[in-house]
């Protein structure tokens, strides 16, 4: 009995040691194993290839001249393969990545790539959180067929030949931690005080005097001047309904306050809005320049 009670133990002890290297060699291979690979297309000519949430590499077109092998791997912008075939790209793809010498991932939470938001036609944003990261724009300077820029705070710090390449390089920047910090955008604004300065040095000008509750010429109250949302504005205290009137600065508004009339848009302010002078032909111009009301403005 004591002999089958040792052996007995002997025979658990291995049989835990061996479920436990078991459960140890498959909870590693499950951390090395990489995720399997999925393609998005952006658009025919440009594919993305992700493990998860990484953006491994994208497949795109080269458009160049006299190129037997269009079909190009980047990572970051640079070139890593290229074929005749999209297919033969993305062998090379799931191959390298699997042996760990293509855009390996790390081992840190990888974030989100940036969406892509499209202003026009010729400038697009990358937002994380609908926080702009990254600009991309046309240029119209052709410098080695780069025609598009990823800009951020104003400077230019990539380029090539199509938006959606500029795109896949910030979604790659930003998920390797590499992308410049895009400064915050801060609205200029304009103090209470200021605002309150420029109206009274106006009002000086003019021989007009600044009260709380409004502008006077001695004992009559003209109205009223302000700023909102950077939009200066005048009221008149002969205006029953009190209509906030638009203007392009304090003097502005000022010197339509001291004025009796209200400003008001001539046949010549309306012809000279929709024909430049110097688009004019100038048998056009000469008959306008001899006519008695450009002669009185």
Request: hydrophobic content about 35%; glycine content about 6%.
């Amino acid at each position: 009995m004591t002999y089958i009670a040792h052996t007995q133990q002997r025979v658990d002890a291995q049989f835990l040691a061996q479920a436990e290297l078991d459960n140890y060699i498959s909870t590693q291979a499950q951390t090395i194993a990489p995720e399997p690979l999925t393609t998005v297309e952006i658009n025919p000519n440009h594919f993305e290839v992700y493990a998860g949430k990484w953006l491994v590499a994208y497949i795109t077109y080269d458009y160049s001249d006299f190129i037997t092998q269009p079909w190009v791997v980047m990572v970051s912008g640079e070139e890593k393969f290229r074929h005749n075939t999209q297919a033969w790209c993305y062998r090379f793809i799931s191959w390298h990545y699997k042996d760990g010498t293509l855009n390996p991932q790390p081992h840190t939470e990888v974030p989100e790539v940036p969406f892509i938001s499209e202003i026009s036609f010729y400038e697009q944003e990358a937002l994380v959180g609908g926080e702009l990261v990254a600009s991309v724009s046309y240029s119209h300077d052709d410098q080695q067929n780069s025609y598009w820029q990823v800009i951020i705070n104003n400077e230019v710090i990539f380029t090539d030949s199509t938006p959606a390449r500029c795109h896949s390089y910030v979604k790659q920047q930003y998920q390797g931690g590499l992308l410049p910090v895009q400064e915050a955008f801060v609205e200029p604004c304009t103090t209470g005080n200021e605002v309150m300065v420029q109206i009274a040095q106006a009002c000086e000008n003019l021989g007009l005097e600044l009260l709380d509750d409004g502008i006077y010429r001695g004992d009559e109250k003209l109205g009223e001047v302000g700023q909102t949302n950077g939009n200066w504005w005048f009221t008149r205290t002969s205006d029953a309904h009190q209509q906030q009137v638009l203007c392009d600065s304090a003097s502005d508004a000022v010197w339509w306050l001291f004025r009796e009339d209200l400003p008001e848009c001539t046949a010549l302010d309306e012809y000279l809005q929709y024909r430049p002078l110097e688009q004019m032909p100038s048998g056009e111009l000469k008959e306008l320049l001899d006519s008695a009301e450009f002669v009185a403005a």
